[in-house]
């Protein structure tokens, strides 16, 4: 059974940091494309970023690009997300989502992900 839990989101201030961690089990890791969404009341989920099996590379939404980094680490089977210079615009639940896929493409629809968390709440304050 496919697990993945999420932690580290909390209440920040605006231009503050938070480091959010996704901890893998029931499946393996390294074969695994990971991303982030992230979902705000009454909107739909949205892509965040995703990163490839080896971690070697990335992709981000234009929204978040420059001010957050997504990175893995296969041994531990978790994947972060490193969430600098925050807005209130940023202020959502944030998911972790796995795939297995041995495509090259970058993968940042909702439906194209199997496996998901139950979410962490970021909040941030103007």
């Given at each position: 059974?496919?697990?993945?839990?999420?932690?580290?989101?909390?209440?920040?201030?605006?231009?503050?940091?938070?480091?959010?961690?996704?901890?893998?089990?029931?499946?393996?890791?390294?074969?695994?494309?990971?991303?982030?969404?992230?979902?705000?009341?009454?909107?739909?989920?949205?892509?965040?970023?995703?990163?490839?099996?080896?971690?070697?590379?990335?992709?981000?939404?234009?929204?978040?690009?420059?001010?957050?980094?997504?990175?893995?680490?296969?041994?531990?089977?978790?994947?972060?997300?490193?969430?600098?210079?925050?807005?209130?615009?940023?202020?959502?639940?944030?998911?972790?989502?796995?795939?297995?896929?041995?495509?090259?493409?970058?993968?940042?629809?909702?439906?194209?992900?199997?496996?998901w968390g139950q979410g962490t709440q970021v909040t941030?304050?103007?």
């Amino acid at each position: 059974q496919v697990q993945l839990v999420e932690s580290g989101g909390g209440l920040v201030q605006a231009g503050g940091s938070l480091r959010l961690s996704c901890a893998a089990s029931g499946l393996t890791f390294s074969r695994a494309i990971m991303g982030w969404f992230r979902q705000a009341p009454g909107k739909e989920r949205d892509f965040v970023a995703t990163i490839i099996r080896s971690g070697g590379s990335e992709y981000y939404a234009d929204s978040v690009m420059g001010r957050f980094t997504i990175s893995r680490d296969n041994a531990k089977n978790t994947v972060y997300l490193q969430m600098n210079s925050l807005k209130p615009e940023d202020t959502a639940v944030y998911y972790c989502a796995a795939l297995v896929s041995f495509g090259s493409s970058w993968y940042v629809r909702p439906d194209e992900y199997a496996y998901w968390g139950q979410g962490t709440q970021v909040t941030v304050s103007s």
